[in-house]
């Protein structure tokens, strides 16, 4: 197992930059996710590490080989990288046993190994007693595992995931998180997944690259992520949070409360931002001086979601346990 290591790396299409001056070091068995809005050169960044696409600039490293500079290009089939995508593209008309088979197929790998491989991978998915099925004969959450174990049997060092999770439903989605997770700790392969969805990425990785216009806006762990965005734009995507307008803000400050209030009612200085997270809100406080008017009220089953429209017009996101009415002051 090595390193991956994108240095500089840019690509343009005609005079398009759709990925800019990128730099990241994923270490062996990590999983890493790419987050970002649609378009802003996620999948552009997974094939260029799968070889479907050359740099423009800069150079991917794997230890101590090279697979992509302006000068050099190692063909896919060389990397020894598994990859699943959004849709499975499974065989239709092969059984879940030779889908998963086929890349060994491929490698004319021979009988013995063949089948071994082809067991462990699908015990890893736990597909074994599905091994006959046709794809028809599955759920979308079993074509999933299916497509796992497919880019598993050639064991590879790194495996690419180009949002695998988009196509199934909300409930479906939050257990093959678990699945992900499993697969992770069991296989121990390096894993590069890509994704729109903030909170898959921090349910999954344990290092994610946040993007914007193929450009990295912050390279953190999920919690550092959450508790230090490095720009307003990342603390709007993470998590849930208001900013506030207030006069005088020292960038990147974890505040209590009070320092919350006297920002808030601070007339002077420059004007600032401030993030608060929602449960960092307390309404049942007797003591709170932000007056607000409740505009909206949410039940979520564990507590309600409440927006308050405070005095000088912004929203504040706040965590209740009881619901508040419409319309009501609250202080
Ligand atoms: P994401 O996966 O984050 O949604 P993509 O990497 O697919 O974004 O695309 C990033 C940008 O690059 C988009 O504007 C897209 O239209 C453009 N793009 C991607 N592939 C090509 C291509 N082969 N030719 C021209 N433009 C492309
Ligand atoms: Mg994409």
């Known amino acids: 197992m090595a390193r991956l290591s994108l240095n500089a790396v840019s690509k343009s299409f005609g005079d398009k930059t759709v990925v800019d001056n990128l730099s990241l070091t994923i270490e062996p068995g990590q999983f890493v996710a790419l987050l970002g809005p649609s378009g802003c ?12 696409e050359t740099v423009s ?9 090279c697979l992509s500079s302006t000068k050099f290009h190692l063909p896919t089939e060389e990397r020894n990288f598994g990859m699943v995508f959004q849709s499975y593209a499974l065989w239709p008309h092969m059984t879940v046993m030779e889908n998963v088979g086929y890349p060994l197929k491929i490698q004319k790998v021979d009988r013995q190994n063949y ?3 082809v067991q462990d991978a699908l015990d890893i998915v736990q597909l074994n007693d599905f091994k006959d099925r046709l794809p028809s004969q599955l759920s979308g959450g079993q074509r999933q595992r299916v497509a796992l174990a497919r880019s598993l049997v050639t064991e590879p060092d790194v495996i ?34 890509v994704t729109h969805d903030q909170a898959e990425a921090m349910a999954l ?4 690259a946040v993007l914007k216009d193929g450009q990295l806006m912050q390279w953190s762990t999920p919690e550092d992520l959450y508790a230090q965005p490095s720009h307003e734009w990342v603390a709007n995507f993470i998590g849930q ?14 505040l209590t409360s009070t320092d919350v209030i006297g920002l808030l009612y601070d007339q002077t200085g420059q004007d600032g931002r401030m993030l608060v997270r929602p449960q960092h809100v307390d309404l049942s406080a007797t003591s709170n001086m932000l007056q607000g008017t409740v505009r909206e009220c949410i039940f979520r089953g564990e507590r309600y979601d409440i927006f308050l ?12 346990t009881e619901p508040l009415t419409i319309g009501s002051t609250h202080q």
């Open 241 to 254: 949070g208001s900013i506030l307008h207030c006069q005088s803000v020292i960038g990147n400050q974890l």
């Open 205 to 208: 990785a344990n290092q994610i």
């Open 57 to 65: 600039a800069g150079d991917i490293q794997h230890g101590d080989q």
């Open 160 to 193: 690419l995931f180009d949002e695998p999770l988009a196509n199934l439903d909300r409930h479906l989605r939050e257990s093959m998180e678990i699945t992900f997770r499993e697969f992770h700790r069991r296989t121990g392969a390096t894993m590069v997944y």
């Open 41 to 52: 050169g996620k999948s552009t960044i997974l094939r260029m590490l799968a070889g479907f």
């Open 309 to 320: 429209e405070l005095e000088n017009g912004d929203t504040l996101h706040a965590y209740h």
């Open 115 to 117: 089948h071994r491989r």
